[in-house]
């Protein structure tokens, strides 16, 4: 894997200082196991031997544990920078290129492939450790006698080979395992986030369990329990080759070679020895090979997220003369196979300036979110371009073009965390938004954490809207943000916070279906089927808005 090899070439000192105390402890674990077979052989075991023994097993000791926790810790290093690797990479992809990953699968990736790693590579440290007692043992055994090792090395090796052939039709099912974690993280992404609708409707839960998820687990049981199987059957017979090779030097070696009982002896205790690390590494095989395919599945996924820096140069798309954001022709379709007809917006023309208040309207699919994509950066035009304060946005610059937005979505995400909290008392901006907004006998700010978020849906987007109200940032959308708020809340949006940004010289783009609260935008822009249908400019008695509404809200005067 890429990283771990990057991982391995930066910290070579610490590998070899594993390497180096891995061999020590293998070669001081062989010679154990020859001081033991000595103390049993010998008639006289003396002081010196003792002595040597436990010098011996405090050496082990100490060279394995130094040797598994320098490997543990680069390990654990590789996992951390995968991990923060995939997350900066995460947030530098297109959202497009995201949403054509799917969420379940970018899920299964950064929590189950990570952990299958993760669980491989603390394997990793102890097989090391093992491979190394294993050489020792056979060198051992070569100074002992090279015909009885060749014997046993010989028959050893026709043992792995015999294990890699029997391990090609498991290794074939681990590949559709994995693909079959996917499904089964689908399907339970649906039953999680649809629990409601599941619960109301019982007959379609028990539809969705049983004929959905129960056949998905079903295959996923079959397909290991055939992979573990083989396994454990490959692990079982190298273990009876084990037994075999013990009888074939106890009993018919002797037959044809004169051995020495001392000798055969030892070469029994040693082999009875190695049966735990053989058995340990062959136990760790199938992880390894299940961490494989999860490691191609992060390289994969590594590949296809762009390579992005957090850094910003600050100083893009700054100007002194007043602010201008213009699209000129831009289009962008869906790729919609299935689909009758394919969605698409535009070709649209359009220029939003500074203290502007724009009201995108129309009707469910007629493109108001994904033309607010496209203005916010997150989708690129396919065709036209966008420019802000006359420069003209590429994909060099696209990300600062993006730091000039702050966005509340329709879907929005409310982050528990606030920015730089305590950047010029931004807490108490906080906090005085938050009791503005009517949310101060509900939620305060604690160690720069908004208190609480099991909150309704629009109490959490008065929190996003303060969230966004603290970017501070030049141009403002909003996808619906009314949309959830009780008629109060509401009439201090469109009256009270809109103008208020408005004076503030931001440029506020709001998606909105309340017609009654159009006299406050500036411009009023109308979507259908895609294309910009009419566009109206600021209607009379604009102060009249949203009359319908009694406020009887204590700050509605004072906001913000
Ligand atoms: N991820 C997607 N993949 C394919 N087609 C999509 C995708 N998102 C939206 N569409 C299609 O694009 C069209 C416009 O969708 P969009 O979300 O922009 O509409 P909207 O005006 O915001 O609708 P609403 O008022 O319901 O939120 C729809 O017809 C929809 O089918």
Partial sequence: MQMIKQLVKQSWPLMLLATATGIISGFSGASLVKLISDGVTSQHASVVMAGQFFALCAVFLGTKLVSEFVLMSLTQEAVHKIRLDLSRKLIATPVKKLQQLGQPQLLAIMTNDIATLVQALQMLPPAFGNLVVITGCLAYMFWLSWQLALITTVSLAAGLVAYQLAERAPLRHMFGLREQMDVLYRNFRGLIEGSRELQLNMARGKQFVEQVIAPDSLAFKTLYLQTMRVYALISNLNNILFYLLIGLLVFVVPIWFKINAGLLTTFVLVLLFLMRPINDLLYAVPVIRQAGFSAAKIDQLDGALSAGSIDLNASAFKSPHKRSLVLKGIAHHYPAPTEDRQFMLGPVDLCMEEGEIIFIVGGNGSGKTTLAM???????????????????????????????????????????????????????????????????????????????????????????????????????????????????????????????????????????????????????????????????????????????????????????
């Avoid at 329709?410 to 008392?425: I, M, N, T």
């Avoid at 141009?475 to 103008?499: N, R």
């Fill in 374 to 560: 496209l203005i916010l950066g997150l989708y690129e035009p396919e065709t036209g371009e966008i420019s802000l304060n006359g420069q003209t946005v590429t994909e060099q610059n696209i990300v600062e073009y993006r730091q000039n937005f702050s966005a509340v979505f329709a879907d929005f995400h409310l982050f528990e965390q606030l920015l730089e909290v305590d950047r010029d008392g931004m807490s108490e901006r906080a906090m005085h938004y938050i009791q503005q907004l009517g949310m101060a006998h509900k939620v305060s700010i604690t160690d720069g954490k908004f208190s609480t978020l099991n909150l309704s849906t629009g109490q959490r987007k008065r929190l996003a809207l303060v969230s966004a109200y603290l970017e501070d940032r030049p141009i403002y959308l909003f996808d619906e943000w009314a949309a959830d708020q009780d008629p109060v809340f509401k009439k201090i949006f469109y009256t009270e916070l809109l103008p208020d940004l408005k004076r503030r010289g931001k440029t506020v783009l709001v998606i909105t279906h309340d017609d009654a609260y159009f006299p406050c935008a500036d411009r009023v822009v109308k979507l259908q089927d895609g294309h910009l249908h009419s566009i109206t400019g600021k209607p009379q008695g604009v102060s009249n808005v949203g009359a319908d509404t009694q406020t009887d809200h204590p700050h509605a005067a004072s906001m913000l």
